[in-house]
C-alpha cells in the first residue's frame, strides 16, 4: 500500500523564481492538504483540495497556488519566490473531507531560496 | 482559530524514564492528532485521538475532550524515541488542522 509520495526531496531556487512541487496521495485517498514548515516551528496549513477544487486556504498569499489531478494528485506552485519561503513542503491526504479522517503525511520537500 | 499549545517545549531523558507530553487546545475538537517527526522530517503518525485513551506499545494517548487537553505517554524511553513530537487539531466545519510548536524530545543513552 503505497503512502504519500512527493517529489523532488530536495530543491534550490533563486529569488524570484518559481517551483512546483508535486504529492501523490496515499491510495484510496481523495483529499490533499498542503503544509509549510519553517526551520524550528510548527507546520502551517497552505490549502486542501477536494474533487479538483480548492476548498480551504491558510493565511498565505496568492503567490502559493495549487491544483489537483483527477487522479487525486496534486502540485504546489509558488511564484516569485522570496528568501522567506525556504521550507520543509508537506503534503498530506486523508479519506475524505472534514472530520474523523485522520492526515498521512509525506516525507516533504525541502525548499531552498537563495 | 484555534489555537494549540504544547508542553514541555523542550525534554531531555535518560534511556530507560517515562515521560508526558501535554496538548492544550482551545476550542472543541472532532480531530487531534499525535505526530513524531524525525530528524529528516518525516511526520508519523502516532494516534488519531479526537476522545478517548488508546494504546500502542510503549506509547499511549489520552484525549479529554470535554476539558481540551490531549496527553502523550512515553513509558521506558528509547533513543530512537528522539525528535519533535507534535500534536495537531482540527474544529467541526473547518478543514484545517492546527498544529502545536511541538515538544524537541532528546533521549540520552
Known amino acids: 500500500d503505497a503512502g504519500v509520495t512527493q517529489s523532488p526531496t530536495h530543491l534550490i531556487k533563486t529569488r524570484g523564481q518559481q517551483v512546483t512541487l508535486r504529492c501523490s496521495p496515499k491510495s484510496g485517498h481523495d483529499t490533499v492538504s498542503w503544509y509549510q514548515q519553517a526551520l524550528g516551528q510548527g507546520p502551517q496549513f497552505i490549502f486542501q483540495?477536494?474533487?479538483?477544487?480548492?476548498?480551504q486556504r491558510g493565511n498565505f498569499p496568492d503567490r502559493f497556488s495549487g491544483h489537483q489531478f483527477p487522479n487525486y494528485s496534486s502540485e504546489l506552485n509558488v511564484n516569485a519566490l522570496l528568501l522567506g519561503d525556504s521550507a520543509l513542503y508537506l503534503c498530506?491526504?486523508?479519506?475524505?473531507?472534514?472530520?474523523?479522517?485522520?492526515?498521512?503525511f509525506g516525507n516533504g520537500t525541502r525548499l531552498t531560496v537563495t | 482559530g484555534i489555537q494549540v499549545e504544547q508542553s514541555p517545549p523542550d525534554l531531555i531523558l535518560q534511556e530507560g524514564a517515562n515521560s508526558t507530553l501535554r496538548c492544550n487546545f482551545s476550542d472543541s475538537v472532532n480531530n487531534l492528532q499525535w505526530f513524531h517527526q524525525n530528524p529528516w522530517g518525516q511526520l508519523i503518525n502516532l494516534f488519531y485521538i479526537p476522545s478517548g485513551t488508546k494504546q500502542n506499545g510503549r506509547l499511549s494517548a489520552t484525549t479529554v475532550a470535554t476539558e481540551r487537553y490531549s496527553l502523550l505517554y512515553i513509558s521506558s524511553s528509547q533513543t530512537t524515541d528522539s525528535g519533535v513530537y507534535f500534536c495537531?487539531?482540527?474544529?467541526?466545519?473547518?478543514?484545517?488542522?492546527?498544529f502545536g510548536a511541538g515538544t524537541r524530545l532528546t533521549v540520552k543513552p
Open positions: 483540495y477536494y474533487e479538483e477544487e480548492e476548498r
Open positions: 498530506a491526504s486523508s479519506l475524505e473531507i472534514g472530520p474523523n479522517s485522520p492526515l498521512h
Open positions: 495537531a487539531a482540527q474544529t467541526p466545519n473547518n478543514n484545517d488542522m492546527r
